[in-house]
């Protein structure tokens, strides 16, 4: 497949892509992008996720979770790259030991498989909330996080993010993270999304965080650095902020 850029010709080579997450809301976003393209693509699915638009999109569909070995050793089997979307994001859960079997377990789960499976790059889409609030002001990629985590979900995805980093630096995964400020975009469930869209449409008496400061990052933007990150030999082995400018 020749994608024209500019005035060169990129050659795209087809590659085999196994996604975890395609059903949440930047898995959703990133597999509209890969519907109708030369890479063959297979999704990581639960018995109750809505799959429909998977299906029709020709995605082939492995049933199981990341916390199912044998489930991620068949769906990864002759792939070409690993793209760990899935997680637990929520504000509150009945059962905080979830937090640790998704992020941190089902991490391990995904990374472990990815290297058995031999693939050529794992995209690990992570989050920035694992630097809780560093010293530097502005902070980039080799900041050192703050000593304080302000959420169970950010405390587990930090714990995951230490497993992925210690993979690559022991066992040589082929790992490139991504670090998302907080992701908005149309059709966001997620407590962000419905929190501005309160916001505009009026439903709460009162706005919060006057006085913090939050990076924000369009959904499509996020999908884009996903298949940039995945097809750049040169990404492997680096971290990435993802946020918007103002």
């Excluded at 030369?38 to 199981?64: D, I, K, N, W």
């Excluded at 979900?153 to 995964?173: D, F, I, P, S």
């Excluded at 501005?196 to 008496?205: A, E, G, L, N, Q």
Aim: charged content about 20%; some cysteine; aromatic content about 8%.
């Amino acid at each position: 497949m020749i994608k024209l850029s500019g005035d060169q010709e990129q050659v795209i080579i087809p590659m085999k892509i196994f996604i975890t997450g395609a059903t949440g809301f930047i898995g959703k976003t990133l597999v509209k992008k890969l519907a109708g393209s030369a890479h063959e693509v297979r999704c990581l699915v639960r018995p109750t996720s809505r799959v429909a638009a998977l299906r029709q999109a020709g995605f082939q569909l492995v049933t199981g979770s990341v916390n199912d070995p044998e489930a991620l050793r068949v769906g990864m089997a002759g792939c070409d790259w690993v793209i760990h979307l899935a997680n637990l994001y929520t504000m509150w859960h009945a059962e905080l030991a979830q937090f640790t079997r998704v992020n941190v377990e089902g991490t391990y789960n995904v990374m472990q498989a990815a290297l058995q499976a031999g693939v050529s790059k794992v995209v690990y889409v992570s989050t920035a909330a694992v630097y809780g609030r560093p010293v530097d002001n502005p902070f980039n990629e080799e900041s050192r996080p703050g000593p304080r985590l302000f959420s169970e979900y950010g405390r587990t995805k930090a714990l995951g993010n230490q497993v992925a980093w210690q993979l690559y630096r022991e066992h040589g995964l082929p790992l490139v993270v991504l670090y998302p400020g907080i992701v908005l975009g149309a059709g966001d469930d997620k407590p962000s999304g419905k929190y501005v869209s309160d916001i505009i449409h009026r439903r709460v008496p009162a706005t919060i965080f006057h006085h913090s400061t939050a990076t924000y990052v369009y959904v499509g933007d996020v999908a884009d650095a996903i298949l940039r990150a995945a097809g750049q030999p040169e990404t492997t082995g680096k971290k990435y902020l993802l946020g918007g400018a103002g």
